[in-house]
T-cell receptor, first 117, second 113 residues
Framework: ETGVTQTPRHLVMGMTNKKSLKCEQHLGHNAMYWYKQSAKKPLELMFVYNFKEQTENNSVPSRFSPECPNSSHLFLHLHTLQPEDSALYLC????????????????FGPGTRLTVL | GENVEQHPSTLSVQEGDSAVIKCTYSDSASNYFPWYKQELGKRPQLIIDIRSNVGEKKDQRIAVTLNKTAKHFSLHITETQPEDSAVYFCAASITTGANNLFFGTGTRLTVIP
């Protein structure tokens, strides 16, 4: 599959489990994002990485821990989650904004549907 | 930070009719406004976008208008078809900083055959 891929597509975990979500992009982009999508809420930006460096942490609880080993891969490590963390977690990638007043389209992955019991 | 509001949350139209979705934003520094379509069980995909230096943009049956003074922008879909049924998200991006998007809450559009 080309573009942005995410694994697993579905995940059920207990509150004491530790799991990781994986995102991979094949578009040659240098910016990657994690979003949380809950019912009746906006897409919430969680983390942003530009050139493997975290440039944004949108007040996300420490039970979510991102990792970006290279420009093509992004992980979200999960531990001691709460039931309210159940949501669709979307990864996206783009070229970073390098020029003022420019914008580069974000391409989304299919998401991981997470259920915390 | 930027706050984007979107209305309505749900919209049902008869096939062939037009659909309009409206968004407002709070930060006058925002200058890029994309619209994403998310079909059931699928990823959000960009369908059209507009930059602050234009007031309207059209692509076949889809058009977007922007009123910078009032800080609102709208998505217009004409001659709707069943395959237009999806959730539509508006977003805004601020000129400074990273390539970040601030999304609205989404509108679930249902086109009734």
């Amino acid at each position: 599959e080309t573009g942005v891929t995410q694994t697993p597509r579905h995940l059920v975990m207990g509150m004491t489990n530790k799991k990781s979500l994986k995102c991979e992009q094949h578009l040659g982009h240098n910016a990657m994002y994690w979003y949380k999508q809950s019912a009746k809420k906006p897409l919430e930006l969680m983390f942003v990485y530009n050139f493997k460096e975290q440039t944004e942490n949108n007040s996300v609880p420490s039970r979510f821990s991102p990792e970006c080993p290279n420009s093509s891969h992004l992980f979200l490590h999960l531990h001691t989650l709460q039931p309210e963390d159940s949501a669709l977690y979307l990864c996206a990638s783009s070229q970073p904004r390098l020029v003022r007043n420019s914008y580069n389209e974000q391409f989304f992955g299919p998401g991981t549907r997470l259920t915390v019991l | 930070g930027e706050n984007v509001e979107q209305h309505p949350s749900t919209l049902s139209v008869q096939e062939g009719d037009s659909a309009v979705i409206k968004c407002t934003y709070s930060d006058s520094a925002s200058n890029y406004f994309p619209w994403y379509k998310q079909e059931l069980g699928k990823r959000p995909q960009l369908i059209i976008d507009i930059r602050s230096n234009v007031g309207e943009k059209k692509d076949q049956r889809i058009a977007v208008t922007l009123n910078k003074t009032a800080k609102h922008f709208s998505l217009h879909i004409t001659e709707t078809q069943p395959e237009d049924s999806a959730v539509y998200f508006c977003a805004a991006s601020i000129t400074t900083g990273a390539n970040n998007l601030f999304f609205g809450t989404g509108t679930r559009l249902t086109v009734i055959p």
